[in-house]
């Protein structure tokens, strides 16, 4: 079965640290590109950040450029978000996703996310 | 940045037809993908490139895209369509680009 499995999110006080994990199995992890996209409580999906298979390109959303670090290890099936200088409004539910393309770029399988509170 | 706009909710009657919009300037020259969202889980992929499924979604699902709008059609609408609906799409200068959301009530 195809699966991504987040992890590490928790509560954190503005201007801290988080590293989130994504563990994939079910599928060849390294030939897939993967992508972050978080949900703040209440609102709509925001992508956060994309990296290739090899992790040699990578992209931020402009909201969380130069505060996170999207990174992977394909020989552990793992993608990780290093969030640092945390804000309110990165409070959300992050999910990992898979990148599908076919004549577009899409999210074909998601994982059900961890939960980042950052609150004094 | 690109935007995409998308009715807030869309209200149907049980067996009955839901379109779904989802607006942005000349969006028929990109490829529309939409997510369905029920409470308290991820997203889930049900069309792709404008208008085709993924394994395992019913044929209830289809989707079109033209000039400025892409529509999201659920026929034969059912108690457990209802959930929030969101499309996306790929731009060059904005990357991944989601719509705002719409909220689907059968009621």
């Known amino acids: 079965e195809v699966q991504l499995v987040e992890s590490g999110g928790g509560l954190v006080q503005p201007g801290g640290s988080l590293r989130l994990s994504c563990a994939a199995s079910g599928f060849t992890f390294s030939s897939y590109e993967m992508n972050w996209v978080r949900q703040a409580p209440g609102k709509g999906l925001e992508w956060v950040s994309y990296?290739?298979?090899?992790?040699?390109?990578?992209y931020y959303a402009d909201s969380v450029k130069g505060r996170f670090t999207i990174s992977r290890d394909n020989a552990k099936n793992s993608l990780y978000l290093q969030m640092n200088s945390l804000r309110a409004e990165d409070t959300a539910v992050y999910y990992c996703?898979?990148?599908?393309?076919?004549?577009?770029?899409?999210?074909?399988?998601w994982g059900k996310g961890t939960t980042v509170t950052v609150s004094s | 940045s690109y935007v995409l706009t998308q009715p807030p909710s869309v209200s149907v009657a049980p067996g009955q037809t839901a379109r779904i919009t989802c607006g942005g300037n000349?969006?028929?020259?990109?490829?529309v993908h939409w997510y369905q969202q029920k409470p308290g889980q991820a997203p889930v992929l049900v069309v792709y490139d404008d208008s085709d499924r993924p394994s395992g979604i019913p044929e209830r699902f289809s989707g079109s895209n033209s000039g400025n709008t892409a529509t999201l059609t659920i026929s034969r609408v059912e108690a457990g369509d209802e959930a929030d609906y969101y499309c996306?799409?790929?731009?060059?200068?904005?990357?991944?680009?989601f719509g705002g959301g719409t909220k689907l009530t059968v009621l």
């Open positions: 996306q799409v790929w731009d060059s200068s904005s990357d991944w680009v």
């Open positions: 000349n969006i028929g020259s990109k490829s």
């Open positions: 996703a898979r990148l599908g393309y076919g004549s577009g770029y899409y999210m074909d399988v």
């Open positions: 990296i290739s298979s090899s992790g040699s390109t990578i």
